[in-house]
Each structure stands twice: as C-alpha cells, then as structure tokens.
C-alpha cells in the first residue's frame, strides 16, 4: 500500500508547524544562556523595550504553575531562576509583534550573572572533589543487572576493551516549534511538531497550574523526529504558552537551526568497559560491562535511556554469567535524551566491537561465532528472561551470510592491500520493543475508530506520525479488521483530547500498541456490520445458514455480495453504534532494581548487520559500499515503510558510524550548524540490500512487532568491524571520521 | 451551577468565527441576485479582475462534486446554474486578499440575466396558472392527520376563524460565517458559526466530492441561532470550502448584517383555518385545521417544519376527531426554515386565539376550559398517540392560575376602561422532543466520555452550544453520573472527527439525547471508578464487604473516603480503558403518512403561559406586563439555564407577538436590517414569573426532557388572548404592531 501521506510531503502540501499562524499572533524568542553555568543575579528588559514591537519579557515571575518540567525527574526548571546550567540554556522569553523584534529583544535583554565552576566531563563529574549538580555524585541514575556469577569464570579465553562514543543530533527537517493559543476560561491549545503530545500536555499543565482537561495539544505534520522530539517539544511548548497566558494572545516560538543545536537533545556520548569470556568450543559464558553516558545537565529522559541500553549491554547472546553496571551523569553542556535507539547504538559499538575480537582469538569466523552464541526461544536474556518465541536472530545470521555472500567477500577483503582496502564486517543486535519494565505505567495507548455513513472510516490513536509510516500502517491495520478499503481510512491528526494519554511515540512501539487499540476498538464495531451484511445478504436472497466470507471490503455468501460500504450505511439505517474507543495496555513486565533480574520486554526485534567498506589507508576515509541487513519484525505490515525504515536507519547509523560529531570546547558547542555537522547524504548512501523476516509475536497486531529503531543500532558496529577486517586495527571510537582513523592506523602501525 | 460559558462570554475572551485568521488566509464574498427569479445567461469578472487583490470567481464550473446541497430532497444547488430563485440568492463568490477588495469585487461582477415571471404569495402559488417553481402545484410538502370522523361531528357549539402569521428573524449576534482551511490529500476543514456541524459535513463532502472521512467540521462559539444556524451554514461552508478548494488556500466568508437579512432562513409565514367543536359541557369534540406554509424559492428544512406544526395543530386537549391538512408552498422569496418552535408558534396563535373563542362562546372561563380538555396520561393525541406519562399541562395551568391570580387579574381587566386597558389571557402548548417519527433516523447522538489521568474529564459530545446552555447541563450530567467534580468537567468544542454523526442541533432534543449518550459512555468508566475506589479504601483499612458511598465527588466507606481524582489515578496506575464512546437512539416513533397517525414523538414538554398587557386604544400599542408561565420539562438539571431558557423565549414570543415582521414588495426585502426590523430588547422585557415542573420522563437523562423551544411558543397567542380581553376584539395576524391593532379596532368599531 502507498503511503497515506506520501503525495502531500513530496509535493509541499503538508504543513508545518511554521505554516500556520492566527490572528493577533505574537513571537517569542529565547534569552539563552552564554555560559556553561552561571547565577542569574537579575534580567532587565530596559534596552529590549526600546526596540519598535517589543511587547514583553516572560520570566520567572509569570509561571502561575510550578517551575519544573515534569519528567522522570522534576530536575528541569522551565525557566531557571537562580541557576542556569548549561551554555544555551533558555533563561527567559521575549515577546514581540515579529518574529524578528522578538530575536533582536532577545539580544537586547541584559543578563546580570557571574559565572560558576563547571564540569563538563562525566569521569571529572563523578569524581570526589568534583562540581555538584545532582546529589552527592552527580550520578542521575545507575542500574545493576547481575546474572549468574559476577567474576569471568568458566572461560578460557577473554577480551577486553573500552569504547567511546560521541555526540549524535537528530537533524529533523523543520526545528523545533510551537503555537500556543489561549482557549477562554483559561485553558491553553497547543499546535506543534511533536513527537509525545500526552508529554506536552503534562508540561503546559504543569507549567501554568491547570488541568489536564484544559490543555489541549495538536501534532502538525512533522519532518522527522528520531527521539529529538521526544521530551523537548514539551519545554518549547511550555515557553510558547507561558508567553500566550501573559499576553492572552496566541504565541509562536520557533527556534533557529543554530538555537535548535545549542539547545536540544541528542545521542549521549558513552565510554564503555567491556569484557567477554567464552569457552574453547567458542560458547560465551560471561560478560562484564561497565556503562557510562554524559547526560548533560538535567536528567530528563536520561534514566530510561540509560536502563534501556544497560539491558542490552552484553548483546543478544546466550551468556550465563553477567555483570552489568550503568552510570547516567551530570555535566554542564544540553542534556541528551533520546535518540533512535535509544541508549543501545553506544553499548551495541562497543559489544559488537569486543565480540568480533573475541571470534578473532578464538579463530572462530565472527558471524558463525555469533549465530553459535545467537539467543533462541528458550533462552535466558541477561534479565533472566526467557524467551517464548517470535526469535528471529539466527535466521537474519544466516539470512545476512548468503545474501551477503559472506564466505566469498571475506576472502576476497584478504586478499585486498595498497592504498584502498576492502573489509566485510557483521554485527547482531536485538532491541526491546515497547518502554518495558521501567516505563510500565505509560506502556498504554487507546485508539478511535468510527465508521461514518458514508461508508468511510475514521481512525484517531494517540501516536503521532514522525515520518515511519504509522498513519499507513495503521490504516491498514484497520481496514484489515473492517474488511474496510484501504482508501476508506483515514487517521487524523494526534489531538489529545481525542483520545486518552498513549504514551509516547518512541521504542518503536506505536505499530504494536496503537494497532492493538485499533484491534480493539474495532471488534464491536465488526461484530455491528458484519451483522448487517448478513441481513442484506439474507434480503437479497442467500440463506441465512450461510457462511459468509469477508475480504477486499466485500461481504460475500455464495455469487450475493454486497460491499463495506453498504454494511456501513445499514448500521447507520439500524441506528448502531458506530464508534468505539480502543484500549491496550502492553503484556506484564518486571524488572528487579536489586539485581537487574526481570522480564524487561514483551518481546524483541532482532537484526544482523553485515558492511562491506573501502577505507583509504593514506587519508582515514572509510566509505561504506553495501550494507545487507536482515531484520525480524513479526508480521510486515507494509513492506516499503519497513524497507525505508531499513535504508534510513542504515544511513543514519553511517552518520554515526563515519561522519557526526558535537564539538564542545569547553562547554560550548563550536559547530551548531549543518554546514560544519556533517550528515550523511544519499551521497554517502551504500547500497542497500534488506531481508524482512516474519518471526510472528502473537501478542502483536496481525503478529507484527515494533521496528523504527532496529535498523540504525549494529550498523555501527558492522562498519567498525569491517574497518578492523580491512585495516587489521580496532576502532575504539566513534564517529570514525578521517583523523581518528588516520591516527589509529599510524599509531598501530607504530606499535608493530 | 454557574454556567460553563459564563464568564468568557461577558468578558469578550471567547472568540467567535470572525475572530479567527490563518496564514495566507483569502476572503469570499457572494455575487448575489438582485430579483426574485431570473435566467442567468452568464457571469463575467472582467471588471472585477482589475480591483487590486481580486483573486478569482467561484462559479458553478468550480464545484468538482454535485451541485446539490443536500437536504431533505436536492432541489437547493450550491450556485444556481441557469435560474436564480430569490433575490439575494448566491450567484457566484469573489475571492480576494482582503474582505473589502471581495466585497467590491462581487459588486463588480457583471451578470447577464432576464428577468423571470415570479410568484411570491403562496395562495396564488397554489393556483393552477401560476409560475411553477416545484413540481405541478409548487407544493413542497404535504400531509393529512385524521383521527375519528372528519367532520366536526357530535359538537353542540362551534368556532372558526383564519389566523395569519408574518415573518420572524434569529437575530443572533454574529452574522452567517465560515473558514474552510484546506488540508492535505483533498481533505477540507470547516470552521464556523452553526448549529449542526453533521449538516455541513454533508454539504461540504458532496459539494466537493470527498468522502466524509475527509471533511471535518468545527463549530465555534456561536452569539445564539434559534435555527437560523441549523441548515444555513452548510451553503455558507462549502461556499467557503469551494473558494479554498479552488485557490488551495485558506478562505474565509462571513456575511454582512443586509446579507444576512436576504438570504437567510426565517420563520415560515402562515395561513390557518381552524374550526373546533365542542359539547355544552365544554369537552372538546371535533378540530378541523387547514394550515399553509409560504416555504420561500427552495425545499430547505420545510417539509418538516410543516410537519411538526402539523402533529401540534389541534392543540395540546383531548379531541376525539381530527382532521389536519398542511401544505408548505413554494415562493420567489428566500427560503423560510428552522426557528425555535419549528413550524409550532404560529399554528399555536390559530388554535390557542380559536380556543379562547370556544371558551367564550360557551361561557367558561378559558383557563378552566383548558385545565378541562388538557391532554393527561392515557389520553390520545391528534395522532392517536397513548400519552404513556410525563404529562404536566393540568399542573401547569393549575399553577399559572393560582401564580398569576388569574381570577382577580380577570375580574380587574373586566373592569379597564378608557385610553389604556388592561387585558390577561392564557395559552397552553406541547412540543414533542427531538426529532419525532419524521426524523427517526437521525434521532441518534453519540459521546465520548475520557477521565484523564490527574483526576479530570473531558467530554466530547455531537450537539452543539449555542447560547442553550448545553455546556453547563452535559457537564452537569457527566459529572453526576461519575461523581466527579462540576469544575473537573470539560467540554469540548464541537468537532465532527470526534463523535459520530449526532443529529442536527434541533427540536430540544441535546439534553435527552446527548444527555443520554454521556450516560451511555460512563457506565463502564463509572465501573472501573468504583472498584478502584473501593480498592483504595480497603488498602485504607475499610471492609471489603461494607457497601461504598460515593457523592459530592467522594468515595466514602464509614470513615474512610477517597476523592475522585485519587480513584481515576488508580485507575490509570491499572492501566484501565479510561475512554468510552457513548450512544443513544430515541426510543421508537411512528408515523403512518395516509392518516398522520402514530407514535409522533417519545416525549412530550408542556407548557401554560398567562401573560397581562395594556393596549393604547388611541394608539394600538400593545404592550405585555407581566409573563407567568409553568412548564414541565421533566427533571429540571440547571434551573437557572432553564429560567434562562423561559425568559429568553417568552420575549422573543413577546418580539414575535408585538414588533417582528420582515416587510416585502414584489419579491424585495425592504428592511434588511435592525433599525427597520425592530426586535424586543430589555426595554419591552415584562416582569417574568416562571415555574418549572418535573413530570419525569423515565427514558430522559436523569428523568430531563428538553426545553429550548417550549418557551416561545404560546408567547404570541397568550398576549393576543390579553389583547382580545382588554379590547374585546380578537386579533387575527401577528405581528401585532400598533397600525394592525388599531385597524382592528377600528373595524370592530366601525362593524358595532
């Protein structure tokens, strides 16, 4: 099936959240913070009124609410009244009758501060004599997962290895945005691009002390998100409305792209310490890993980031013996939060790094290592979870080494030398679909669906469209359960007043939660025209004996048949009920914070990765020719969005594998701008070969699992270990840009 | 409770459609017809296309769907093709940059047309040379109702009279208005001033050739509509919508004051002949009605204003045989439709004036004749209908009796003499609840019922505010059928994504039905509430066995209790389905249409009315005291709404007696505005006594049945009752301005 909203973006008739403006609309801009930390002695808006337009400063004193942003933690003031903490930090909001005497507002309110001692480095951070900025260690979160015995024992053979990781930014289309629109009676509309409208509302909520039932937040069509418009939408969107509260007027705040890099979240960067033991025979029997990300300096999603890669930390392997410790701590730059992912491409680096070296020593090839150790059903996770089924790792191992032509590439990569070098590398990894154990409360979400009397049908969930396809997968999904034509079904657009709170839109969840919402909403409502078509089936002259088959939106008994349509239309004539709300809450989970011991997931997607690069041994280019990928999603609901879902993942993991990068210099970011970031293009696009496997989750809709993120986590790791394969030298690093790996390859070549 | 709309309202923060503008927002204006029929050869924008910022013509070229709006039959086009039916008929819409460069564009252009033979008054419509308009007799509609002998059989004493009835106007605050906001993929967004948003899905659909899943309606705060926004704002919509589907960019039309006056709809003017029989002992035998509606140039919402003016037209008393005749006829004028009462006010003014006749004539006090031959449970009505309860007229004249001190008024009236006398007269009335038999299947309303996670609750329902109190009387039913707060409840706009086709806004009929929608979604909300109050009162400590108490928002088990936001928080800890859509269709009618009988409606409201006036015998002005009026609208859920309901309605019944009137010559409206159309303002206000009785309708949302149009009905005939009382002359039109009431009296001079 066709994109739902594949014309519309291509040709320019989607609107954005900058498209849109209302009458009597005013801009607000943000005052930001020049340095790492400082104290805000006082704020004087004296010049900023001289400029023609200039309506108000917004500050601490206009939040009727509470001053903290409700996350996991309260830690994140909307506006910091006596501290700001990092360079970029949002310190108070100009409010103009342009955007442009908004911006120039912004720079003519006078900051009175002193600058504070900073720490910028998490290792510095956690150290005794360290800058304070969250409780005694700076630590925001730790998790211990600890499985069978701590030490390495039973192994005859051990790695050992650190790996870093840096910075990664989301680089969505459109910046990040909001309206806020003053609603009588005191309750506040909120249009903006949005990945998690249910987090705005608490936000808004929160931040101008009303009700729920009083906010009111619209998803506008969104360039992409990838996590970056995960939590933040939400501060920006609070911003807007405190600006619209003061003024009674509606508000737009929309950021500039070098505002949207100084400020927003991004991939946290990570210092892994990982160790492998296995037997002779090449089975693993233990794993350590020690696992620390700079979470800037507010916690914000960084816990759930944190566990999420700390389940995943030893790899989708058999391995009785596990120790894993993780660290999320404060630094003075923008906090990081989430990102495709989520925790797991920094950890998944660093253990598919270790396990090609480990195959290595065991002079095993890599990828039999892996399919030898691959979890099956049956197995035990590094929770202590056993897996029933829908496991499809071993498949896309060996599925990879075919398509990839495994054997024959590996030879040939030998063989290669002089300036450009060839190498194959693999890489495994399996990602937890849904918020699991830790975001088991929220792991929840509802869906409407109504069939009108014109025989069409209209759906509404509480999961947002972000450029994965939902809205297609989710038709289908619906007309599927119908018997309903596909072109029938439309999804509107994410309100959450439509429908109740559905968690976020992240962990690639919204195919598996909101399409069972759908599912349940729609089992009345079928019941309702099923009914129907029977009795016009009877009245047009079948036997009511009969059984009656339904496909392709036609009710069939026998050579009578009458067409969705026309059921729907004879509900309406019975006066049926023609609207449901749906509702699924995600299968049980636990997690046991004392030893990591738990059913984390309800169940797990699963990939291989297999990359073919050149790298040029003079300059440290690596260039990545063909990436083969074969990926377990369950049921494929829509095999173009999951292929696209693959090629953009891949891509993006090139990005984070080879070229982005975040360059702080002391707490200050030096290249906030996609001009000296460099993000992949379709320049640096591989080619892409994709196996799409269908280990069904029966808990699924239709079996189908979650899948946005899978793609982008082992490419990574792939690339590095192909590096390694035509290189002979381990990357311990990302991104893996020219210099990096020019110095590696020198400084190996001086080690020999 | 105070009214949800209350404040917002007074203060000027609610925002009405013309407070509303989107980015590159153009403006329409109509192109309209300045005679009452003619052939339009062509229409041409040369001289339009030179007016800076003209954009382009919207004729009938432009409509990619059908040309038909579709209500109850077709006959209405979008724009008419070749004949224009009315003066003021849309032609064609300007569109232009700017609402005064639409307007003088549509001044500008150039239509070529003849003039056509017209027929503006309905008898010579009916006439067998007449200019045909509809089918071969210009009759839109009609229907007969016969019960018993069609004579008037078995009466000892008779009385005759003919009534006639003028037109009335809605005078709502905010003229006709719509936005239609183009959306992706052909999809339309409506927003607008009006009553039934289901409508202008409708009309927007087929006039543009979507599906219904694609049009969303929104309605906005609405300044009153009385009916005059049921029907009309869907050709103001998919003018709107057929302006933005043609430039691909958002357009609003709003109409001035004067163009408003031509082409909206107004209450019908009617012709009555009514004859009733009676026994000596003063019980009612026989009625015989003849009543004829001057429908204007277009079907519209006629055929059923007839026909609910029709089933009420022997009056609300026990009468053995019926015979009613109705005929809605078709003029060159603007189409008359929906105007609270519905076909009803001014059949009441012929039969509550003829019945005062019969009282005098047999010597009996017209108030006790009425109390006599008052409709009670067990009674038939004129369609044969078993009133099966909820019947409170007998109550409602027995109390405006003893509220008014009728017998002492009557005796001081007798004795007013000189230049101004003093009159009091009586009127009793029904109106039968919602749709009725006529339009069974839109008699269905849906609702959607979501308590959010802090404690709130937001509820969307199909019907509309419009000035009733809606808002206040829903919110009331939600929150006492879930014990939650009145200040936790909210409202939603209303939005056509949300709920199912509701029905039209209309017929009293939102308490009853929507009422009974939120009710309907509650019950499984209510359920989980319940047991998770309980479950937290038994963690208190309480037993488990005891029985729970749950009011004033409060679970309480003896000295234990729980609010209910803790109760929907715990609900939400369970991850329960917090979302409900609700449903109810009326409870079955019928309607046989060779001999009007059947079950008309499910429920009936009663009403008795005494009003006191003066009347200037030099001068004819007429002018009401005192208003005392009883109704019974089963349980009353808001009193204040509901006195507000009766106050309202009495004196727009006083504007509708007294001073409204739209004066025509040959097809032309000559006082298109509110200085010649002169409504009651508080200056004309009486003093109001009002009585609300509460025979429960046991089907009805707490017992409630609906109350809007009640009020205006028997306004008219009671004040023309006072008239003939002061006067002793028997007023045979409305309005009864001071010229027609000094004729009268004239004539009735001149005739002793």
Redesign the interface.
């Known amino acids: 099936m066709p994109r739902?909203?594949a014309?519309?973006k291509v040709t320019g008739?989607?609107?954005y959240i900058d498209?849109?403006?209302?009458?009597g609309m005013l801009y607000a801009a943000a005052v930001r913070s020049p340095h790492p930390r400082i104290r805000i002695r006082s704020l004087s808006d004296s010049k900023a009124k001289k400029i023609s337009g200039f309506v108000t400063l917004v500050t601490t004193r206009d939040i009727p609410g509470k001053n903290a942003w409700p996350l996991v933690t309260e830690d994140y003031p909307f506006l910091p009244g006596k501290e700001s903490r990092f360079a970029g930090e949002t310190l108070a909001l100009t409010v103009a009758e342009t955007p442009e005497a908004a911006a120039r507002a912004a720079q003519a309110v006078e900051v009175d501060f002193t600058e504070l001692p900073h720490v910028t480095d998490p290792f510095i951070a956690l150290g005794k004599n360290s800058v304070k900025l969250h409780g005694p260690d700076n630590v925001f979160s730790r998790y211990v997962i600890q499985r069978g015995e701590a030490a390495l024992v039973d192994s005859d053979v051990m790695v050992e290895g650190t790996f870093s990781t840096s910075y990664q930014v989301h680089g969505y289309l459109e910046t990040q945005g909001a309206i806020a629109f003053p609603e009588?009676?005191g309750?506040m509309t909120v249009y903006g691009s949005m990945q998690c409208p249910f987090y705005v509302v608490d936000a808004v909520?929160q931040a101008l002390g009303i009700?729920?039932?009083?906010v009111?937040i619209v998803q506008r069509?969104i360039g992409g998100a990838f996590g970056g418009k995960e939590d933040v939408p939400a501060l920006v969107a609070a911003h807007a409305a405190l600006a619209a509260r003061k003024t009674g007027r509606p508000v737009k705040l929309i950021y500039s792209r070098r505002e949207d890099f100084l400020s927003m979240s991004r991939r946290h960067p990570s210092w892994t310490r990982i160790s492998y033991g296995a037997k002779e025979d090449g089975s693993l029997t233990a794993c350590r890993v020690r696992y620390v990300l700079d979470a800037g300096a507010y916690s914000t999603l960084s816990p759930i980031v944190l566990w999420r890669g700390a389940v995943h930390a030893a790899g989708p392997y058999r391995i009785p013996n596990v120790f894993i410790e993780a660290y999320a701590v404060a630094t003075n730059k923008a906090p990081c939060g989430a990102f495709r992912g989520f925790g797991q491409p920094q950890v998944c680096f660093a253990n598919e790094s270790l396990i090609d070296e480990l195959a290595l020593k065991l002079g095993m090839d890599p990828l039999e290592f892996r399919i030898k150790n691959a979890l099956r059903e049956g197995d035990r996770t590094a929770t202590g979870q056993v897996l029933r089924g829908s496991c499809g790792l071993e498949e896309a191992l060996v599925r990879v080494r075919e398509a990839s032509g495994w054997s024959r590439r590996k030879r040939q990569a030998r063989r290669s030398s002089g300036k450009i070098r060839k190498g194959i590398g693999v890489s495994a990894n399996f990602y937890g679909v849904g918020l699991g154990a830790r975001g088991r409360?929220l792991?929840?979400a509802?869906a409407?669906v109504?069939v009108?009397?014109?025989g069409?049908?209209?759906v509404?969930v509480g999961n947002t469209e972000m450029g994965q396809g939902s809205l297609t997968v989710l038709a289908q999904i619906c007309a599927e359960a119908l018997n309903a034509p596909y072109e029938?079904?439309?999804i509107?657009e994410v309100d959450t007043?439509?429908?109740?709170?559905s968690g976020p839109t992240v962990a690639s969840r919204t195919t598996l939660m909101s399409g069972n919402a759908i599912l349940n909403a729609c089992e009345p409502l079928k019941e309702r025209l099923w009914t129907a078509a029977k009795e016009l089936l009877v009245r047009q002259g079948s036997d009511i004996q009969s059984e009656m088959q339904a496909f392709s939106g036609r009710f069939r008994i026998g050579t009578y048949s009458v067409g969705f349509a026309e059921a729907a239309k004879e509900c309406?004539?019975k006066?049926e009920?023609?609207?449901?709300?749906g509702?699924y809450?995600a299968a049980p989970t636990s997690f046991d914070a004392r030893d990591g011991q738990g059913d984390a997931y309800s169940t797990y997607a699963w990939s291989a990765n297999v990359a073919e690069t050149e790298v040029d041994m003079e300059t440290g280019e690596v260039r990545v020719q063909k990436v083969t990928s074969a990926h377990d999603l369950g049921r494929v609901i829509n095999p173009m969005t999951a292929e696209g879902q693959v090629e953009g993942g891949v891509l993006q993991g090139i990005g984070y594998a080879l070229n982005e990068n975040l360059v702080y210099r002391d707490g200050i970011l030096l290249n906030p701008n996609f001009t000296d970031y460099h993000l992949p293009s379709t320049a640096e696009a591989p080619e892409f070969k994709t196996i799409l496997l269908e280990h069904g989750y029966g808990a699924g809709p239709y079996a189908a699992k979650g899948f946005g993120e899978t793609p982008l986590i082992g490419v990574a790791p792939a690339v590095a270990n192909a590096v390694c394969d035509a290189t002979g030298v381990r990357m311990p690093q990302l991104p893996m840009i020219p210099e990096t790996v020019w110095s590696e390859l020198k400084k190996n070549a001086e080690d020999k």
Chains 1, 2 share one sequence.
């Open positions: 739902k909203d014309v519309q008739e989607a609107l498209d849109y403006s209302y009458e009588p009676g309750s909520a009700g729920h039932h009083q009111r069509t409360i792991d929840r509802g409407q109504q009108l009397k014109d069409t049908v209209l509404s029938a079904v439309r509107t007043s439509r429908v109740p709170d309406w004539q006066r009920k023609m609207a449901e709300h509702w809450a």
